[in-house]
């Protein structure tokens, strides 16, 4: 990408109050409120060659910070959960009336929360209704297969640890991060079986890998899926 070389982007219009752009798989995306000129945007998208450049390479790790600057939830703008893209509404059911108190859910594909909440308070906000949604879900997932398997985990537990999906200690206790949740069904049940297999091959050896395939024959298929998350999750930095 030169100088001169237009930089392709998908243009996505919300009831957001601000332009946000984010690399996803099918390429560069802004998200932009409905009065904002394709001039405005553009101009901005331009400012931000550089890193974009970097971001479509996978050569970004230097600008991480630029780009997390640009993660701003709003109302309208979309998050993944389970594999799907869900919209992010207000909801005046969700206002509590009272500062600092949060409220929110998840609810037929969107998250609903308060009205009138600055991005990091919506942030928060989701962070919280993933690990709610997780300590249902993945609990759930870990007792289908530990039953298949024959295992009985210590605990089950839902973490905010960045940088691993899961964890299973000596004493078999199980740790997910609850942003698990990003990816899809298939994926999410790839790790739960990675992590149960430590339980019988403590280590990533290749008899580790044989108990995976044999409990999660897709296994390998899912586990590519979680590279490209990874990078999204960092770029959006989701960590306060």
Partial sequence: MTNSTKIEYKLVRTNRKSLSIRITPQGLEARAPMHMSVAEIEKFIYSKRSWIEKHL??????????????????????????????????????????????????????????????????????????????????????????SLMKLSPDSVQITSAFGRWGS???????????????????????????????????NHSSAFYAVVRKYYPDYDAQHKKMKPLGRRIDQEHWKS
């Fill in 57 to 146: 390479r996978g050569e970004a790790p230097e600008h991480r910070r630029a780009s997390r600057l640009d993660f701003k939830p709003g109302y309208g703008d979309t998050v993944l959960f389970r594999g799907r893209e869900c919209e992010i509404l207000a909801s005046a059911a969700m206002n509590t009336g009272r500062p600092n108190r949060y409220k929110g859910e998840y609810k037929d594909g969107v998250f609903l929360i308060g009205e009138d909440l600055k991005a990091r308070e919506i942030r928060f906000i989701l962070s919280w209704i993933y690990k709610r949604e997780a300590s249902k879900y993945i609990p759930d997932r870990v007792k289908h297969f530990q």
């Fill in 168 to 202: 299973c200690s000596a004493k078999k206790r199980l740790h997910f991060a609850w942003m698990l949740m990003m990816a899809d069904d298939d994926a999410i049940d790839a790790v739960v079986v990675h992590e149960l297999s430590h339980m019988i091959e403590a």
